[in-house]
């Protein structure tokens, strides 16, 4: 193994450090332990993912620094041979319900990926799958029926209106396909050569079908059929024509069609799976998959007040008076009695003091005019503590348009395949059982998909569903994406600081999570872990021991060394708990 090389510290007095110097390998796993307080983070953090930012962001151009955080340069007389740093604490920044664990990991961009391409589109009419033809499966179809004969693959062009005039205009058309490499088209059924271009009226030809290939249905000259018939379907816009000779000949589409009711349907992009793009997210809730309602419970917090003495609250402030009076006038139009107890009240009363009727407003017409007030922050504030959010009842919750959850891929639509653990969605991607054509489509998304779902399963993250909102994540889980987002990026050459990273870890997450931080450091990374966990320690290449004490009885380097000299030292407070001498108080 090649001896690393060192990240060298000089002089760092960053907080209660004490002008310390100290080396650091690169390219391996160093942890920074010691008693609380010592001086761990103003050495991992305020010096040396400081340091590595500062230079980063020195290096690019005042405009791209514009666009960045300031970092303040730590107080260090030197720092050598430091990388770019990132760091990855405890903490979740998250706060937008846009983000989700897909989103955040990329795995729903892949989903999306797949579900465009794979996805098998319903009818939204008969609820029938919808069929396409693909250079693949028409591959597919041929070698099966027409197994050992002769075909002629087209595709269909349209005349140009030049060319229907005859003379010059048409032979200067067929000349062209020519001159593209095109030896034969096919005119009312005719086969013709074009060298020398032949007399031919187009006059009435809207399109003519230009021959690709000649091709014999052998299995062993599938991989030249799916390229001519890849090639046929991009010139044709979408359609071939296969001719097998002695037969009709056959018209291929890639548009989708339903079978039964024979309704052309939109072949999927993958936008139309982004809940956070106008194209995918279902128009009621904008993709939030929840609507915030007037939510009865808050409305009429105690039903068993009448309405009388004040059942429906926004009417029992000030603001509401007026509104109380009509209620109280309507009610005895109506003859309601308003000494009942609202739970009393009939479904019929308890709608119409919902909705209102001619000449009472009713609780709806209150909100109504109150949110044309919306632009007060107080109103705001008001109309903020009678709603509550509830699924969005287009969507279930799904966040999507009916559309995207007509598409289902292995029996799932995307919402269902994304309230699924990412242990349950490894698992149900590797038995999907897929036709030889979306094997050959699928297969580098799979492998992607499969890649990162793999580093969420390898930090600990097995429980997680990617609907998961990323705001709701712990601290430590949300690191653990950010590591596995890592992992996933292979970057080479860059400082990694981690902020405890066992925190909240069963005994063999963390030993999962150690290796992986060998496997990054290993691949060419410097990684730099504050932690006392024992596992960690045990799977460091270098260990640094600040202390002796806290605060200003800290902040200096106890030891710094192998792990084997670690475990010789007899100053090191830890070194003589890990051989089990004593144990931390
Ligand atoms: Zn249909
Ligand atoms: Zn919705």
Redesign the pocket.
């Known amino acids: 193994m090649p001896q690393p090389l060192w990240l060298r510290i000089e002089g760092a007095r960053q907080n209660n450090l004490k002008n310390i110097s100290l080396a650091l390998p690169h390219d391996r796993v160093t942890v920074i332990t010691g008693v609380s307080g010592s001086g761990k983070s103003s050495l991992a953090f305020d010096t040396l993912f400081a340091e590595g930012q500062w230079r980063y962001i020195e290096s690019l151009s005042t405009y791209a620094r514009m666009f960045l955080e300031r970092v303040d340069r730590p107080d260090v007389d030197r720092i050598e041979q430091i990388r770019p740093s990132i760091a990855i604490e405890q903490k979740n920044p998250v706060r937008t319900a846009r983000s989700t664990v897909g989103t955040a990991t990329e795995i729903y961009d892949y989903l999306r990926l797949l579900f465009a391409k794979i996805g098998r589109v319903h ?6 799958e ?1 069929g396409s033809d693909t250079a693949e499966t028409v591959v597919d179809t041929l070698l099966r029926e027409h197994p050992a004969q002769r075909a002629l693959l087209a595709f269909p062009l349209a005349v140009p209106p030049g060319a229907r005039t005859g003379g010059a205009g048409t032979t200067e058309f067929l000349a062209s396909l020519l001159q593209r490499g095109f030896a034969r088209v096919k005119v009312g059924g005719r086969v013709l050569d074009l060298s020398p271009p032949p007399d031919v009226d187009l006059s009435e030809a809207r399109e003519i079908l230009v021959v690709l290939d000649r091709v014999i249905l052998a299995p062993e000259q599938r991989g030249r059929l799916s390229d001519s018939m890849e090639m046929a379907f991009r010139e044709g816009g979408g359609r071939v024509e296969v001719e097998v000779l002695g037969g009709e000949p056959r018209v291929f589409a890639q548009q989708f069609r ?4 024979n ?1 052309t349907l939109a072949r999927p992009q993958p936008l139309l799976f982004s809940f956070n793009h106008p194209l995918g997210a279902c128009p009621d809730c904008k993709g939030f998959g929840n609507i915030l309602r007037y939510d009865e419970a808050r409305l009429v917090p105690d039903p068993s007040k009448s309405l009388a003495d004040g059942a429906v609250e926004p009417w029992s402030h000030p603001s509401g008076r007026w509104y109380q009076k009509e209620l109280l006038k309507a009610a005895k139009r109506r003859g309601l009695d308003v000494s009942r107890p609202y739970a009393d009240l009939t479904d019929a009363d308890k709608q119409w003091l919902r909705e209102g009727e001619r000449h009472f407003s009713g609780i709806r017409g209150f909100f109504e005019e109150v949110e044309t007030y919306r632009y007060k922050l107080h109103v705001r504030v008001f109309l903020s503590r009678y709603r509550s959010q509830f699924p969005c009842p287009r969507c279930s919750g799904a966040r999507l348009k009916a559309e995207a959850l007509a598409v289902k891929v292995g029996g799932l639509t995307i919402a269902e395949c994304t309230a699924l653990t990412v242990e349950e969605l490894a698992r149900f991607l590797r038995g999907l059982g897929l036709r030889a054509w979306e094997e050959a489509v699928a297969r580098e998304i799979l492998k992607q998909l499969h890649a990162k779902l793999g580093f969420l399963l390898r930090v600990g993250l097995s429980y997680l569903t990617l609907s998961r909102q990323t705001r709701t994540l712990s601290g430590g889980e949300a690191q653990r994406i950010n590591l596995a987002n890592q992992l996933g990026s292979q970057l080479v050459g860059t400082l990694y600081v981690l902020d405890e990273p066992s925190i909240g870890l069963h005994a063999r997450d963390t030993a999962r999570l150690a290796e992986l931080c060998r496997e990054l450091a290993y691949a060419g990374n410097t990684v730099v872990v504050v932690e006392h966990d024992r596992t960690f320690m045990d799977a460091a290449d270098y260990l640094v021991e600040l202390g002796p004490g806290s605060g200003e009885r800290g902040g200096e380097v106890v030891f710094a060394g192998s792990r084997a000299e670690f475990l010789k030292d007899a100053r090191s407070l830890t070194a003589r708990y890990l051989t089990g001498q004593e144990s931390i108080p």
């Not at 009818?123 to 029938?128: K, N, V």
């Not at 339903?258 to 009711?261: G, L, Q, R």
């Open positions: 009818c939204p009419q008969c609820g029938a919808g339903c079978p039964k009711c309704l």
